[in-house]
């Protein structure tokens, strides 16, 4: 297993572009007959300018021109009742280093319908929801023949990691969460709730690979369904799995450690846990007169600094892809 040590790692690894790309904006709807929808950023040749998008203003092109070139796709599946903007550093830092990103808006696991969180079709659709956002951009004239489509790549934060791993061929049984939750009755973790409430009742088995995808960064993922030996056998693509310090919302041992401990034996692993860091720290900053009104996912453990994090993070992620893809 290599650790990875961020302050090493920006002095010897970090890739710094001499010639930062603007950022274009696509917003795509109707990715399935469903109608959920997914924004696109990636290199542009148009000007950028700035444009609000609710609390958020990015400076971008919106409906930009391509660049020239053939770049790698990123593909980012938000945590359970987010939005994909929630993560819009990470997607700007890859951008601005040469990456095409996607990111879908999880249907009915958002911050607009949460409906189905907890839910056993939540497990099920959305590792689908990424392989058919990549469908999505690959049949998009404008964007296809600028994709490598040998260098694809899967981010995902909590049950966004989750999902990162299913289509990276991991097998998900909802059962190993439910018995879990049964047995350590005070498990406080989000996903025991329904448990409880025995609103999780039915056990599936869940297998979702997409061979096209050739790298993954996973953040405070959950790991709940993966306790079952086998779990992540055929899990064989580089993997960074970043681990924050003091996560209050995942149990370390019942999450991260199951990943940790079988993905190290491979040798396919780079782990890092994060110092001072929070469940929530992996999210973008957010302006201070809605910190109170957001609660708990824009608050982080005393003493830590999200804004010079993401900066720090998205450097990260484009050092270890432009690595390992």
């Known amino acids: 297993m290599k650790y990875l040590k961020i302050t090493i790692n920006l002095l010897i690894f970090t890739f710094v572009s001499l010639n930062a790309h603007d950022v274009g904006f696509r917003k795509v709807d109707n990715v399935l ?15 950028p300018k700035p444009v609000t998008f609710g609390p958020f203003t990015l400076n971008v092109a919106i409906g930009g021109k391509v660049e020239e070139g053939r770049f790698p796709l990123a593909v980012l599946s ?10 819009k550093d990470i997607a700007i830092s890859l951008v601005t280093n040469g990456f095409i990103v996607v990111m879908p808006l999880h249907p009915k696991n958002n911050y607009l319908d949460n409906s189905f969180e907890g839910k056993v079709e939540n497990y099920m659709n959305r590792p689908k929801q990424i392989s058919s956002s990549i ?18 790549a899967v981010l995902g934060h909590s049950i966004g990691g989750y999902t990162a791993l299913v289509v990276s061929g ?28 025995k609103l999780l009742t039915q056990e599936i088995k869940i297998s979702s690979k997409d061979t096209r995808i ?17 779990s992540l056998a055929d899990v064989n693509i580089p993997t960074l799995l970043l681990v924050p310090e003091k996560d209050s919302e995942l149990t ?8 940790k401990d079988i993905l190290e034996k ?56 432009k690595k390992v893809l």
């Open 170 to 197: 991991a097998i998900a049984k909802n059962k190993d969460l439910i018995d879990l939750c049964k047995r350590e009755s005070s498990l406080l973790d989000p996903y025991c709730k329904p448990v409880f409430e």
């Open 78 to 87: 938000h945590g359970s009742g987010s939005s994909n903007l929630s993560y």
């Open 33 to 47: 007959k469903d109608g959920f929808s997914m924004v696109v950023l990636y290199p542009t040749s148009s000007k």
């Open 214 to 230: 050739k790298a993954q960064i996973l953040m405070a993922p959950v790991g709940a369904v993966f306790l079952s030996k086998n």
């Open 266 to 321: 491979k040798s396919i692993l780079t782990y890092k846990k994060i110092p001072n860091a929070g469940h929530y720290s992996f999210l973008t900053s957010y302006p201070n007169f809605l910190k109170s009104k957001l609660g708990i996912i824009a608050q982080d453990p005393e003493g830590f600094d999200r804004v010079n994090f993401q900066k720090e993070l998205g450097k990260v992620c484009v050092t270890y892809l």
């Open 252 to 259: 370390e041992k019942y999450n991260s450690k199951v990943i």
């Open 135 to 152: 469908d999505k951009v690959l049949s998009m004239n404008s964007l296809s023949t600028h994709i490598d489509n040998n260098k694809i």
